[in-house]
């Protein structure tokens, strides 16, 4: 048996991960993506929940993107870092 501890991963690459990331219209379901706001800084990674087609056609409260990791996590879990 083993035991299974706990970690944080910490975002501190995401500008270098973001210069790789494609800007297209067409991104399928379960791709990468790189979420950027509207000033193109980017925020955060995930995978594409829907594809680009389907995104369309979602009302606003769907999900778009699994989320995995973004810059405001550490603004968020502050308290309970090490």
């Known amino acids: 048996m083993f035991a299974v501890s706990n970690f944080r991963l910490h975002v501190t690459c995401l500008e270098y991960l973001a210069q790789y990331a494609k800007i297209v219209q ?4 379960h791709q990468g993506v790189v979420i950027y706001s509207m000033a193109d800084v980017p925020l ?11 995104a369309r056609k979602l ?7 699994f989320h995995q990791a973004d810059a405001g996590e550490y603004l968020r879990n502050e308290d309970t870092l090490v």
């Open 59 to 65: 009302d606003p409260a769907g999900v778009i993107v």
């Open 26 to 29: 067409n991104t399928p379901e």
């Open 44 to 54: 955060g990674f995930g995978v594409a929940a829907k594809s680009t087609q389907d």
